[in-house]
């Protein structure tokens, strides 16, 4: 099982390369099946070929090599000329190539040699490895105040995260109109379930927070409801009492700013980015409201759910780890939850350094 449709096309090409079954060495027009070259030039220029000269494949259909092709020049700009001209094509004008053929200092080339880096990492099948390094350059980008260069690198993270995210085949929506809602509920009735709460959690709201080094650090509130993003109930805050890095205070600072909103209606569920000390910080704000809301943490490196361990007769706070397999409905939902608490304080970081 593979998380997206463009993942599985190019599992397809990777098993064909591997078992070269029978009935997929020729296609019914006896042309021989498509690749992707990428050349070893100063500037390596990516195309489709129809003969495996160290390209990626072999795709059985064009159309296959052109999606994806299509998908990732608009992430990644790319040289496909066969010779460089000496004017910028149409291709450089709708921003799909970098156009080597005005911009080659050694600056551009070194760019350039990044982007071909990160095509091959997609096309191997490490789209995490990618978005990690997009993460660390734009953390750095910011770092340095070259915030307009954060917001492109931010923008090609999103742009990935969305091309491997998991989709649905039009024939499922129908054969079933309500697919969407039907996954959404059995989501829910898993994290129910694997959590022990007592009711489906209806409204879910998940926290992060972002800083570098302290400075100028956001919070942010993300609000699902019934597993779908509700943005006009999202909140962001600018952390007051902490200037140094102390995610823990901080997440516990706006959580107690939050639940001061007595209007705003309150969560079944509150989701953390983070470990045992989140968790905790969330719990010790919410026994001084008197409060008894699941609290539940999912740490970003191994995906791990943390939430309280519930035993008679135990004075000390123990917690309960699970790994979930990566297919795992619940598992799904609470990433999405997670992941857009932090595009979401993230982008109002971003903000309030360029600010300054």
Same mark, same amino acid.
């Given at each position: 099982m593979v998380e997206s449709e463009f993942e599985g096309l190019l599992l397809e090409a990777s098993l064909i390369k591997k078992y070269q079954p029978k009935y997929?060495? /020729?296609l019914k027009d006896d042309k021989s099946p498509l690749y992707i070259k990428i050349t070893e030039e100063k500037f390596p220029r990516v195309f489709p070929a129809r003969k495996n000269e160290g390209g990626y494949g072999p795709y059985?259909?064009?159309k296959t090599v052109r999606t994806i092709l299509k998908f990732l020049r608009r992430i990644f700009p790319y040289r496909s000329c066969k010779k460089i001209p000496k004017k910028p094509c149409l291709y450089f004008h709708l921003k799909l190539c970098p156009g080597v053929c005005i911009n080659q200092s050694e600056k551009d080339k070194k760019n350039y040699q990044k982007t071909i880096k990160h095509l091959k990492n997609l096309l191997e099948r490490k789209s995490s490895k990618?978005?990690?390094?997009? $993460?660390?350059?734009?953390?750095?980008?910011?770092?340095?105040?070259?915030?307009? $260069?954060a917001r492109e690198i931010r923008d090609k993270v999103s742009q990935i995260e969305w091309l491997i995210q998991k989709r649905h085949l039009v024939d499922e929506y129908l054969e079933n109109p309500y697919l969407l809602e039907d996954i959404r509920q059995r989501e829910l009735k898993e994290v129910k379930k694997i959590l022990n709460l007592k009711k489906i959690p209806k409204r879910i709201e998940g926290f992060d927070i972002s800083n570098i080094l302290g400075g100028k650090a956001s919070g942010g509130m993300v609000v699902f409801l019934d597993g779908e993003p509700e943005k006009?109930?999202? /909140?962001?805050? $600018?952390?007051?009492?902490?200037?140094?890095?102390?995610?823990?205070?901080?997440?516990?600072?706006?959580?107690?700013?939050?639940?001061?909103?007595?209007e705003w209606e309150m969560p079944n569920l509150i989701l953390v980015d983070g470990g045992k000390g989140q968790v905790k910080g969330a719990m010790e704000i919410l026994r001084l409201f008197r409060l008894k809301i699941p609290v539940v943490g999912l740490a970003k490196k191994l995906e791990i759910l943390i939430f309280p361990k519930i035993e008679p007769n135990?004075? $000390?706070l123990k917690f309960k780890e699970i790994k979930l397999p990566n297919d795992s409905l619940a598992l799904n939902l609470l990433k999405r939850i997670r992941d857009e608490a932090h595009r979401f304080a993230h982008l109002y970081h971003l903000k309030l350094r360029a600010l300054v």
């Open positions: 997929n060495v /020729r059985p259909q064009a990618v978005i990690k390094e997009l $993460k660390k350059e734009m953390n750095k980008s910011a770092e340095n105040e070259e915030f307009e $260069k006009s109930l999202y /909140r962001r805050f $600018k952390i007051k009492t902490e200037e140094k890095p102390n995610d823990i205070a901080m997440i516990k600072e706006v959580i107690s700013r939050r639940l001061k909103h007595k135990e004075s $000390k």
